[in-house]
């Protein structure tokens, strides 16, 4: 007997071309229930089973509400980090024409970031922090990855609204940012996500990624 039917299959579609990114928010909270519902999806997600085993637990979930003292901290490490990706990255530039020719976009978003702070901030309704343990083999940016797209789906599932904060990748090795969270400097993947309810509901979705399909 298939374990689900081909309406189940329709609903899963509908919420896969219904996921977008909120870029303003309102000043309504998620519900605890709702936070714990999205946080259990990715909970759920698939993670590197050899790594796993070195430490328990492996995966952690951090929530931050609206007017915590720690967004503001938050925000003043993301800024100050990003400020040095982006110094390393013209230095980076200078011996790779690659980067140098194809990353004005990164270096627009780090540089904005680094002088404006994220664009959710300062007041996120709901910031959550992803965790996840590096481990010998490294594939925690596919189980951060995992985990977000999880959470994300979920959270389109609840009619709840998404951003992605990327730049949360590159806290790996920041002393700070690790002390806050009770982990140890570069043991510890991150990504992170604002939960909450768009500003405008009607906002337009992105455009999708341009895609071909090659059958060999």
């Known amino acids: 007997v298939d374990m689900f039917t081909k309406e189940d299959n329709e609903v899963l579609d509908r919420i896969l071309k219904a996921r977008k990114t909120c870029r303003a928010f309102s000043g309504e909270m998620p519900t605890d229930d709702e936070i714990k519902e999205v946080i259990q999806a990715g909970c759920v997600a698939p993670y590197a089973s050899i790594d796993s085993k070195a430490i328990k637990p492996f995966r952690h979930f951090f929530v931050i509400r609206r007017d915590d003292p720690k967004m503001e901290q938050i925000d003043a490490l993301i800024r100050k980090q990003s400020a040095c990706d982006l110094k390393q990255r013209l230095k980076d530039e200078e011996q ?17 970031v680094a002088e404006c702070g994220e664009s959710a901030f300062p007041h996120p309704p709901c910031v959550i922090i992803v965790a996840e343990w590096r481990g010998a083999r490294r594939a925690e940016r596919q189980s951060l990855a995992h985990m977000i797209q999880n959470m994300w789906l979920k959270a389109t599932a609840m009619n709840l609204d998404f951003q992605i904060i990327s730049v949360v990748e590159n806290m790996v090795d920041n002393e700070a940012f690790c002390k806050m969270l009770g982990l140890p400097t570069g043991r510890y993947g991150f990504h992170a996500c604002v939960l909450g309810h768009a500003k405008n509901p009607d906002m337009p979705q992105h455009a999708r990624a341009t895609t071909e399909i090659h059958w060999l």
């Open 96 to 112: 790779d024409a690659f980067l140098k020719e194809n990353g004005q976009g990164v270096r627009n978003l780090w540089k904005h």
